[in-house]
């Protein structure tokens, strides 16, 4: 019976544990992909700030403006969305994937300016939409002799190609070439230039391969006054692939953000005429990920809640109660593993934050100094026979004293440092002197000093991993770790073999053996 009891009981361990490990990655995988946090500190984030400008002449009447918004895109995460325009309405619609802005007025005279500002981000070099369903198919017709010129280019593009996309390549290359043949060139003069993508698009159609224009956004830091430009877009199946016409070789090099899909209109002006659109951008990068994760976690629902949802006072809170688990999964290492003996249970944890306040070598030298005056005072209170409360007040209030003198001290002798001692946990100190006074009458010196040395080892490489660049980034954007940090203490604490220390007692087992002569 008991030894079922012992498996069923590690089979319940290895069920916690398994579970607790996969859940806290998952979701730590999770926020990963979708909120666009990395997994080390320090990685910039590269954020464009687009501004589209809409001008327009009113003519006195009610005028209202719709303008295509961009939808996140691979490639491409639009983080935020914000638009400026005096006595006009402002209006994010969101119709399935044709997304807008939309400024309405009752009167719009004269020129007209409206502005729509986007942040971007940007994850690679550019994308297209997910899930953008294939225009439908149409025939479209030309007259003579544009038809046997069209006819012409397609069968020789078709002998070229393998399949819609490597088609549309061969054609594009067809028409971008420098010294283009005599039936493309009859083209090129019949529709003109600024008209080739819809006529591209049209030629393929014909084909039976669906193709749309649509029009993106060329991105480069700094520039004004920019134009979108159409692009064709051609679909295989579920997959779709864009192609630039009419680009020079450095702007291969440029990530391209779509403004618009297939189908519908970038902008329409009612009440208006002489309408224009123009684009600015600013190129940013960035390290702090919370607008990132609040952007984009608050798009994924409760899926993706994160610190960064709270105000930034309450972040700031967090950021240091995170680090708390990480301190005690050092303790239970060193004291389950290695053996340390250390001065109360998590004491050291508690000592290792006031460390982070006040720095490693300033909070080291105020604690020896604090807990020292602290035993010597403690010790001529013994000679009163006080009450345990009596008495650990009395500490309290000593250790009080003692903080307050040393922190006028060290600042009537230039001494700056000396003021972070206020950042100890006065409580704890001063449970510290009672335990380890008490430990000195009852073991002696011996046993103080090493209990006193194990707490602040302990609390010094508590302060370390704590301290870590690395590990302060995991604890404070991926929650998820906390319960793999919650596994790895339950395992260790079904731990009952030998402490490192204990098998010291075993060296005359591995040492030489006696002579026998």
């Known amino acids: 019976m008991r030894v079922a009891s012992r498996t069923r009981r590690r089979i319940s361990l290895i069920g916690?544990?398994?579970?607790?490990?996969?859940?806290?990655?998952?979701?730590?995988?999770?926020?990963?992909?979708?909120?666009?946090?990395?997994?080390?500190?320090?990685?910039?984030?590269?954020?464009?700030?687009?501004?589209?400008?809409?001008?327009?002449?009113?003519?006195?009447?009610?005028?209202?403006?719709?303008?295509?918004?961009?939808?996140?895109?691979?490639?491409?995460?639009?983080?935020?969305?914000?638009?400026?325009?005096?006595?006009?309405?402002?209006?994010?619609?969101?119709?399935?994937?044709?997304?807008?802005?939309?400024w309405t007025t009752r009167e719009a005279r004269g020129l007209q300016r409206l502005y729509y500002r986007a942040e971007v981000l940007q994850r690679s070099a550019g994308g297209i939409e997910d899930n953008v369903p294939a225009p439908a198919l149409r025939s479209p017709s030309w007259e003579e002799p544009f038809s046997t010129a069209v006819n012409a280019i397609l069968d020789k593009a078709y002998q070229q190609s393998s399949d819609p996309f490597t088609m549309a390549r061969q054609l594009t290359a067809l028409f971008q070439a420098r010294e283009p043949a005599q039936d493309v060139q009859l083209l090129i003069n019949g529709v003109g230039s600024e008209n080739l993508t819809a006529l591209l698009a049209d030629m393929l159609q014909s084909r039976d391969i669906p193709a749309a224009t649509v029009y993106g956004l060329l991105l480069e830091d700094g520039r004004r006054r920019q134009r979108l430009r159409p692009l064709l877009r051609v679909w295989s199946g579920d997959e779709s692939q864009v192609f630039r016409l009419d680009q020079e070789p450095a702007e291969?090099?440029?990530?391209?953000?779509?403004?618009?899909?297939?189908?519908?209109?970038?902008?329409e002006v009612e009440g208006g005429s002489s309408s224009e659109l123009f684009f600015s951008m600013i190129r940013s990068e960035q390290t702090d990920y919370g607008q990132v994760a609040r952007a984009l976690g608050t798009a994924n629902g409760w899926l993706g809640f994160s610190i960064h949802d709270l105000p930034i006072e309450e972040q700031a809170m967090f950021k240091t109660i995170l680090?708390?688990?990480?301190?005690?999964?050092?303790?239970?290492?060193?004291?389950?593993?290695?053996?340390?003996?250390?001065?109360?249970?998590?004491?050291?944890?508690?000592?290792?934050?006031?460390?982070?306040?006040?720095?490693?070598?300033?909070?080291?030298?105020?604690?020896?100094?604090?807990?020292?005056?602290?035993?010597?005072?403690?010790?001529?209170?013994?000679?009163l026979n006080l009450?345990?409360?009596?008495?650990?007040?009395?500490?309290?209030?000593?250790?009080?004293?003692?903080?307050?003198?040393?922190?006028?001290?060290?600042?009537?002798?230039?001494?700056?440092?000396?003021?972070?001692?206020?950042f100890f946990p006065m409580i704890i100190l001063s449970w510290t002197v009672e335990r380890m006074s008490i430990l000195w009458e009852e073991e002696g010196w011996k046993e103080v000093a090493i209990q006193g040395s194990g707490s602040?080892?302990?609390a010094v490489a508590a302060y370390l991993a704590m301290t870590n660049p690395w590990i302060r980034h995991l604890s404070f954007n991926f929650i998820g770790l906390q319960l793999v940090v919650l596994a790895l203490i339950i395992l260790l604490g079904n731990y009952s073999g030998y402490r490192l220390l204990e098998l010291r007692r075993f060296r005359a087992m591995v040492g030489p053996k006696p002579d026998a002569s």
Not at 37 to 64: H, T
Not at 252 to 267: D, F, H, I, K, V
Request: glycine share 10%; with cysteine.
């Open 252 to 267: 291969s090099r440029r990530p391209l953000l779509l403004w618009q899909p297939t189908r519908g209109y970038t902008l």
């Open 323 to 383: 680090l708390l688990p990480v301190g005690a999964l050092v303790v239970c290492l060193l004291r389950i593993l290695v053996g340390l003996r250390t001065s109360g249970t998590f004491m050291p944890v508690l000592i290792a934050l006031a460390f982070i306040e006040t720095s490693l070598l300033t909070g080291l030298i105020g604690f020896l100094l604090v807990v020292s005056v602290g035993l010597m005072i403690r010790s001529y209170m013994s000679h």
């Open 16 to 102: 916690i544990v398994g579970a607790l490990v996969i859940v806290g990655v998952s979701m730590s995988v999770h926020r990963h992909y979708t909120a666009d946090v990395p997994w080390l500190p320090g990685e910039e984030k590269l954020i464009w700030s687009i501004e589209a400008s809409v001008e327009f002449v009113g003519n006195g009447r009610p005028a209202k403006v719709t303008l295509r918004r961009p939808t996140d895109q691979q490639g491409f995460s639009v983080l935020s969305e914000s638009g400026a325009s005096p006595g006009y309405g402002l209006a994010f619609l969101d119709d399935g994937d044709l997304p807008a802005a939309q």
């Open 456 to 458: 602040l080892l302990t």
């Open 387 to 422: 009450l345990l409360v009596a008495r650990i007040s009395a500490v309290i209030i000593t250790v009080i004293a003692i903080i307050a003198l040393f922190s006028v001290f060290s600042y009537e002798v230039g001494l700056t440092e000396g003021l972070k001692i206020t």
